[in-house]
Structures are given as structure tokens and as C-alpha cells.
């Protein structure tokens, strides 16, 4: 997939899928298939679930997935690759199945988000940039679901790009940031390449322009009649900024039978000033005029702004969003978990670690959620062998790995399969959605969580269940009688 640069996302992989490649060739591997699994391990900020995201962007990478000659002749200038293996890659082309969990969907630590089963140079070759892709957007999304649930129903912005690392990071992450429920950016790329719905108001530039606040405020609101949001905190918020504000919208909106505008508050203590100026507006008559906010905002800080009895309609947050600050790594890893014989048997494979955390579930495997018929919500999550099958019209006993002394009786449940088929054979047979369709899915989704999981801190721990097969299995691998 070429950016435009024009580089060649073919060659995002760490140089080690490469040697691993020509070394799979030379040891008469190259074609064994293989199954690998992308999952995390901790949700970030101590949280009790993470959102997927990144899918669109691991399809776009994969239907492009080629070496053009300019990437051969750097490879060959290495001098430590077959000529066997250079003309393997020039010939490239994923034959492999895919199977993801939609983004948008609430997911959790150890469960597989992408299953890749394909030839193992294939498989091996996709690990950088999907993990690349997984682990940004699915963080981002992370934190602005977080950040909308502080907000309690009124308006977030993505407002990040300027504190983003770099221009990729702006561009994707305001999309994952819509997904996670925010109704729009202040980045005009995204909207033209995403339909991110991009927006904005002014700087505090605008209004040093003029030789008054209140001549940069009139000027706006006649450029910009129906959408105008003035920024009031220039020079000073309550003495000049509000009262300039009411003057302008008096002057310039109020014969036009406009009631509907804006100010914004970027400085100072934000609960009190929104307080007082809300009483200015409204005692002017101004009573649909909104209150916008920013500067250095989180899911705490908005928590404690509405506490506090902050008026505050909009909430633009940047940096700490756009960068996912108090945790900026979302940890997902990429393990083999199996392999597959000529003659189609699975073998599972397992990663062992003093470690406890980093210890893989081993075999190719289905993931299914349970729902309460009664109720709607999320019971358990549940990981059983690509094989099996679950029947959601009786009882079934589940047990958490973490403590295999628990055991636990599902009941009166609906079973749906999480993980979809994205390509088979290579091919895409997965329909993308739209990004306002992943963005209801995700809302509807979040929604099925129990208040209980979605709490900022100590949320209830969300099981990811293990069937009897796939435990029995694990165990074995761990006690080496496999």
C-alpha cells in the first residue's frame, strides 16, 4: 500500500520478518501453513474493556500487499538474502484467511482480535503493520470512549492533530476517535479522507488581528453567521470576552433571527467562568448560545468540570486524547498459536513465560459472546476450538482460567460469534461498513456493558472463559504431554 510519499507500506515490517522469511525458505518451510493470533493483554488506564479499531486499514494494507523492484534491489544491495527469496517476494501475493472482530466492538485482554491462517512468510510478514494498526487506533478509540462516557451526553471533539507524533497519528487517530464517540475533529484531512465531520471556531490569532476583541468578534459573526463560536478568553473572559460576545450576537445575529451560536472558553478555572457566563448569556437573552471548552482536558478532569456544576455543552479535547497520555501503549502482541500439517491436522503451539500474563492459549480457536436474554447485557466472553460449537439453548458450564477453581453456570443466554471472516483464499469476502456504521455499532455495543465493567476505577473484572477442550489442551501443553 503506497502513502502518499509514495512509500511502499510493504515494507513497514521489522527487518526480522524478512530474515525469518528467507530463513522459512531455506528450511523447506516457506509454504507450511500457520495460525497466528493478535491480542493484548491489559486494557489501558486500568479500564475494564478496550475498543477494536484499525480493521479498514489492515484491508487496505493487505489488498496491496506487494514488493515493487526498488524494494528488491534494496533488499539484494543487503547481501543477505537468496536470490530464491527475492524472487519469491517479487512475486508476492497473500493467499491466506483472515478472521477480526468488527471494529467498534468492546474486546478484552487475551482474546484473539485477528486470527491470520496462511503460509507461515505470509503470516509472518503481516505482524508489523498490523500490529502497528491495531495497536494505535484501538487505543485511541479506547481513551475516547472513556472520554465521552465522562462527558455524560454532551458533544466531545477531537481537537489533537497539532499534539499528535506525526501526521499518520492525526489522520487515523481522529477516526478512531470518532469510533469511540466523538462527534467530530478539528481535522480537515480526516473529514475529506474518512468523513470524519471536521469543524472549528477560531484562534485567539482571529482576534488579535483586529485593532478590538470586539471588531474581530462582528467580523466573524458576519463571515460565519450560522455557525459562529467566538473564543472570549483573548484578554479577559467575564469583563471583556463574554460581554463583546453578547454585543456581536446582539448587532449581527439578532436581526437576522439567529438565536442559535457559540463561545468558547480555552483558559482559567473552566468550571467557574462557564458558570458565570451561562448567567451573562442567559440574562442577555442569549439562552441557546452554547458553551464550548478546552485545554488539556481527560475523562477526570470532565468528571470533575460537571461535578462542579461546569456549563459546559462541548467538550474539545486534544493532547491528552490524540496521544492517549496517561497510558500511550496499547500492548497488543501477535503469537503463534498453531500450525498446520500437510495433511491438515492442527498442531497447537503455545508461548510459555515465568510470566504468568504471557502465557499464550494455544490452537486455532472460535470466540463467542454471551448474552442475558433477559437483560441484553454482556455475560462472558468465551474461547473454545475452532470446532466446536456452543448451544445457547441449554445451560453450559464455563470457568475462569485465571482461577480454574471457579466454575460457573451460564443460563438463559444468546451466543454470538465475535471473530468474521475478512479473507479467505486472499481474497476479501468481508462487506466494510461505513464509519458512521461502525460508530452506532460501537455506541449499541458499549451499551450492552454492565455499568459495573465500564467504571474508571476498580471496573469488575469481565470473564474471558475457556472451554473444557481448549483448557485441557492449554493444561497439557503447560505440564509438556503434548
Given at each position: 500500500m503506497k502513502n502518499d510519499s509514495g512509500r511502499n507500506m510493504t515494507m513497514l515490517c521489522d527487518f526480522y520478518e524478512l530474515t525469518m522469511g528467507n530463513g522459512y525458505l531455506a528450511a523447506g518451510m516457506a509454504d507450511r501453513v500457520t495460525y497466528f493470533d493478535l491480542f493484548f493483554r491489559?486494557?489501558?488506564?486500568?479500564g475494564g474493556f478496550a475498543i477494536a479499531a484499525g480493521l479498514e486499514q489492515i484491508i487496505d494494507y493487505i489488498q496491496d500487499l506487494h514488493f515493487g523492484p526498488d524494494d528488491i534491489a534494496y533488499l539484494r544491495g543487503r547481501g543477505?538474502?537468496?536470490?530464491?527469496?527475492?524472487?519469491?517476494?517479487?512475486?508476492?501475493?497473500?493467499?491466506?484467511?483472515?478472521?477480526?472482530?468488527?471494529?467498534?466492538?468492546p474486546v478484552f485482554p487475551r482474546e484473539?482480535?485477528?486470527?491470520?491462517?496462511?503460509?507461515?512468510?505470509?503470516?509472518?510478514?503481516?505482524?508489523?503493520?498490523?500490529?502497528?494498526?491495531?495497536?494505535?487506533?484501538?487505543?485511541?478509540?479506547?481513551?475516547?470512549?472513556r472520554i465521552?462516557?465522562?462527558?455524560?451526553?454532551?458533544?466531545v471533539l477531537e481537537f489533537g492533530s497539532r499534539r499528535a507524533q506525526g501526521a499518520d497519528a492525526a489522520i487515523v487517530g481522529a477516526r478512531a476517535a470518532y469510533i469511540g464517540g466523538c462527534a467530530g475533529t478539528a481535522c480537515a484531512i480526516s473529514d475529506q479522507i474518512y468523513g470524519v465531520p471536521a469543524g472549528g471556531t477560531m484562534?485567539?490569532?482571529?482576534?488579535?488581528?483586529?485593532?478590538?476583541?470586539?471588531?474581530?468578534?462582528?467580523?466573524?459573526?458576519?463571515?460565519?453567521?450560522?455557525?459562529?463560536?467566538?473564543?472570549?478568553?483573548?484578554?479577559?473572559?467575564?469583563?471583556?470576552?463574554?460581554p463583546n460576545a453578547i454585543r456581536a450576537f446582539n448587532e449581527i445575529l439578532k436581526p437576522l433571527g439567529i438565536t442559535k451560536c457559540g463561545i468558547r472558553l480555552d483558559s482559567g478555572?473552566?468550571?467557574?467562568?462557564?458558570?458565570?457566563?451561562?448567567?451573562?448569556?442567559?440574562?442577555?437573552g442569549w439562552t441557546e448560545c452554547t458553551i464550548t471548552c478546552s485545554?488539556?482536558?481527560?475523562?477526570?478532569?470532565?468528571?470533575?468540570?460537571?461535578?462542579?456544576?461546569?456549563?459546559?455543552?462541548?467538550?474539545?479535547?486534544?493532547?491528552?486524547?490524540?496521544?492517549?497520555?496517561?497510558?500511550?501503549?496499547?500492548g497488543g502482541v501477535y503469537k503463534?498459536?498453531?500450525?498446520?500439517?500437510?495433511?491438515?491436522?492442527?498442531?497447537?503451539?503455545?508461548?510459555?513465560?515465568?510470566?504468568?500474563?504471557?502465557?499464550?492459549?494455544?490452537?486455532?480457536?472460535?470466540?463467542?459472546?454471551?448474552?442475558?436474554?433477559?437483560?441484553?447485557?454482556?455475560?462472558?466472553?468465551?474461547?473454545?476450538?475452532?470446532?466446536?460449537?456452543?448451544?445457547?439453548?441449554?445451560?453450559?458450564?464455563?470457568?475462569?482460567?485465571e482461577a480454574t477453581w471457579k466454575r460457573k453456570e451460564v443460563y438463559d443466554f444468546k451466543a454470538r460469534e465475535l471473530l468474521v471472516p475478512i479473507f479467505q483464499g486472499g481474497e476479501l469476502v468481508y462487506e466494510k461498513p461505513t464509519l458512521n456504521e461502525i460508530k452506532a455499532y460501537c455506541a449499541a455495543q458499549v451499551d450492552t456493558l454492565w455499568d459495573e465493567v465500564k467504571r474508571f476505577e476498580n471496573p469488575h473484572r469481565y470473564y474471558v472463559d475457556l472451554s473444557q477442550k481448549l483448557w485441557d489442551i492449554k493444561n497439557d501443553l503447560l505440564n509438556g504431554k503434548r
Open positions: 491489559t486494557v489501558p488506564d486500568g543477505i538474502f537468496s536470490e530464491e527469496f527475492l524472487t519469491y517476494l517479487a512475486n508476492f501475493k497473500f493467499t491466506g484467511d483472515i478472521w477480526a472482530v468488527p471494529e467498534g466492538t484473539p482480535l485477528v486470527v491470520v491462517r496462511a503460509p507461515a512468510i505470509q503470516a509472518q510478514l503481516l505482524e508489523t503493520y498490523m500490529l502497528c494498526a491495531v495497536n494505535h487506533q484501538s487505543l485511541i478509540a479506547t481513551k475516547a470512549s465521552v462516557r465522562a462527558a455524560q451526553g454532551r458533544t484562534a485567539h490569532a482571529w482576534v488579535q488581528m483586529f485593532d478590538t476583541e470586539l471588531d474581530a468578534f462582528r467580523a466573524y459573526c458576519r463571515t460565519y453567521p450560522t455557525s459562529a463560536t467566538l473564543l472570549v478568553d483573548t484578554y479577559n473572559t467575564l469583563q471583556s470576552g463574554v478555572d473552566l468550571a467557574y467562568l462557564s458558570r458565570k457566563a451561562r448567567k451573562m448569556l442567559d440574562d442577555a485545554n488539556a482536558l481527560d475523562e477526570y478532569l470532565i468528571r470533575d468540570l460537571i461535578s462542579q456544576g461546569a456549563c459546559i455543552d462541548c467538550f474539545g479535547v486534544g493532547e491528552r486524547l490524540i496521544t492517549a497520555r496517561s497510558e500511550p501503549v496499547f503463534l498459536v498453531a500450525v498446520e500439517d500437510a495433511d491438515g491436522a492442527i498442531t497447537p503451539k503455545i508461548k510459555i513465560s515465568e510470566n504468568v500474563g504471557k502465557i499464550t492459549n494455544p490452537h486455532f480457536k472460535k470466540l463467542y459472546r454471551f448474552y442475558g436474554r433477559d437483560t441484553g447485557k454482556a455475560v462472558a466472553d468465551y474461547l473454545c476450538l475452532h470446532d466446536e460449537t456452543v448451544d445457547d439453548s441449554r445451560n453450559l458450564e464455563i470457568f475462569d482460567p
